[in-house]
């Protein structure tokens, strides 16, 4: 929805908050699929369903850069286009379209998985809700106590995702 809606953007600042929805979706997907996937599969299989999950990144990429060059192709030579009670789109418009169609294969595909029953995997004691839930203003004192930790952690994820992100997308021109 968010790629789609990139499409509708009329600013920067409509474009850029479109985007940051995408990266938010990105970043939900791992922790929620993990936790799906291993109480779908037996505890002897876990490890492999995680590994076929994980190769799918480098090979949806794979794909995503063979396929958007035909889009990318296909949308440039088209010029502008009009479709019926959405109004006209400029090329880059009709890329963010294109793009978004198959996550609506992916969505009615999703609307046949059912939610799994959910298991203890990790061997832990389970904990009372009080307990597995500290209070938000103890979160934020840990925080602010660990700031500096934090604010280095989350820095050097951004830089890693910022030097495979470059190389994912240099990759084709180089």
């Given at each position: 929805?968010?790629?789609?809606?990139?499409?509708?953007?009329?600013?920067?600042?409509?474009?850029?908050?479109?985007?940051?929805?995408?990266?938010?979706?990105?970043?939900?997907?791992?922790?929620?699929?993990?936790?799906?996937?291993?109480?779908?599969?037996?505890?002897?299989r876990v490890a492999r369903a995680l590994g076929?999950?994980?190769?799918?990144?480098?090979?949806?990429?794979?794909?995503?850069?063979?396929?958007?060059?035909?889009?990318?192709?296909?949308?440039?030579?088209?010029?502008?286009?009009?479709?019926?009670?959405?109004?006209?789109?400029?090329?880059?418009?009709?890329?963010?379209?294109?793009?978004?169609?198959?996550?609506?294969?992916?969505?009615?595909?999703?609307?046949?998985?059912?939610?799994?029953?959910?298991?203890?995997?990790?061997?832990?004691?389970?904990?009372?809700?009080?307990?597995?839930?500290?209070?938000?203003?103890?979160?934020?004192?840990?925080?602010?106590?660990?700031?500096?930790?934090?604010?280095?952690?989350?820095?050097?994820?951004?830089?890693?995702?910022?030097?495979?992100?470059?190389?994912?997308?240099?990759?084709?021109?180089?």
């Amino acid at each position: 929805a968010m790629t789609a809606a990139s499409a509708f953007a009329t600013s920067f600042t409509g474009l850029l908050i479109a985007r940051i929805g995408v990266g938010v979706g990105e970043a939900t997907l791992t922790p929620a699929a993990t936790s799906m996937i291993v109480d779908y599969f037996a505890r002897d299989r876990v490890a492999r369903a995680l590994g076929v999950y994980a190769i799918g990144l480098y090979l949806g990429a794979g794909v995503a850069l063979l396929a958007g060059s035909v889009v990318v192709k296909a949308v440039t030579d088209s010029g502008p286009t009009s479709i019926a009670g959405l109004g006209p789109f400029n090329a880059w418009q009709l890329a963010f379209l294109l793009a978004a169609l198959p996550g609506v294969l992916v969505v009615a595909m999703m609307l046949t998985v059912r939610e799994p029953q959910r298991t203890e995997h990790s061997g832990a004691v389970a904990v009372s809700q009080s307990e597995a839930a500290p209070p938000l203003r103890e979160v934020l004192s840990f925080i602010g106590r660990n700031r500096r930790l934090l604010g280095a952690h989350c820095f050097g994820y951004g830089a890693v995702g910022t030097a495979v992100t470059a190389y994912l997308v240099w990759a084709p021109e180089m």
